[in-house]
């Protein structure tokens, strides 16, 4: 039985002009143990998933469920088995850390959770911050509070929504090293992230969606095996010929342009060369998992979606 299940998942919003699809019959499955990745670009679909997911949103059609349990027929089971950590900085200011989380261990019933309150706080560095009242921390440490809240009723499927959006480089470290710890034991953990590094270091799986649709879903190796292996990377002060520039993706002065092999790569020279391109700190090297989200996304065509489960 998978840790959670996506079903023919749609959900649409009427409009005044015209509904707004917002998914569109989106269907996979994370295994129990996974760390799995979700991607896509803003309005792609990926927050309401979730939110249908966690019961704050409900699906047009389809259905979602948790180890087994319906998130509609069965809420209170399904809720349970999640831990959410959503993107928005939501918090009750009249309450300390410690007792925040006291209170959210009672909205699941779960009692004398001090010594398991104590280890969240210690291992996301919240140990001097217990008695401070929440309206005193600063936006890195309520972040760190949110994950203590996702964690507190210890749930067996942990989703990370942006957990890291806009936080110092010390959390993105301290957080990465305990949720890792905590999958290493047997919690499966979904993650949605802008940066494609964390996800391409962590994740074994990653599904891709664009425009409310599955459009690849693969194990992270096979996504950055499927795409141009090698990366041509270089600075110029000039305009490539449109030609060249077809190729390429231009980031203010860095060029970057794909090849298959090392004939392509010798091609892609000498047309530079023969264009009289001045190249600057050029650099060879392979693909990571953002050439091949934006292969994917600016793509002329979606990629079609393959699940490769050996």
């Known amino acids: ?105 009672g909205y699941f019933g779960v009692k004398k959770n001090d010594d398991w309150i104590d280890e969240l706080l210690a291992n996301l560095g919240l140990a001097d911050k217990g008695d401070a009242n929440m309206r005193q921390l600063s936006g890195g440490m309520k972040r760190r509070v949110l994950v203590a809240q996702a964690l507190v009723h210890r749930p067996p499927v942990i989703v990370l929504d942006e957990p890291t959006a806009g936080v110092d480089v010390e959390l993105r470290q301290t957080l990465w090293h305990f949720i890792a710890r905590l999958n290493r034991a047997g919690h499966t953990v979904l993650l949605t992230t802008h940066y494609l590094e964390e996800a391409e270091a962590l994740c074994g ?26 990366m041509l990377r270089f600075k110029t002060d000039q305009v490539l010929p449109a030609a060249l520039a077809a190729q390429a993706r231009i980031t203010g002065r860095v060029v970057q342009m794909t090849a298959h092999d090392a004939g392509e790569v010798e091609a892609l020279l000498a047309a530079l060369r023969k264009a009289q391109v001045t190249v600057e700190d050029l650099e060879i090297g392979r693909a990571d998992l953002e050439d ?17 489960l050996a």
Request: a neutral charge; charged letters at 20%.
């Open 205 to 230: 799986r990653i599904a891709m969606l664009k425009a409310g649709r599955v459009v690849a879903l693969d194990r992270t190796a096979n996504l950055l095996a499927g795409t141009a292996s090698t």
């Open 292 to 308: 091949v989200f934006l292969e994917i996304m600016l793509g002329p065509a979606p990629r079609a979606v393959v699940e490769t």
């Open 1 to 105: 039985m998978p840790a959670v299940r996506f079903d023919s998942v749609s959900k649409t919003y009427p409009g005044a002009r015209g509904d707004l699809q917002a998914l569109q019959d989106v269907s996979f499955d994370i295994e129990a143990g996974e760390f799995f990745g979700l991607l896509g670009p803003n309005g792609a679909g990926k927050t309401t998933l979730i939110s249908i997911l966690a019961g704050l949103g409900r699906a047009t059609s389809g259905r979602v469920r948790v180890h087994g349990h319906d998130v509609i027929d069965d809420y209170a089971a399904a809720r349970k088995a999640l831990g959410v950590v959503p993107q928005e900085l939501v918090f009750d200011p009249f309450f300390s850390v410690r007792e925040t989380l006291r209170i959210q261990s």
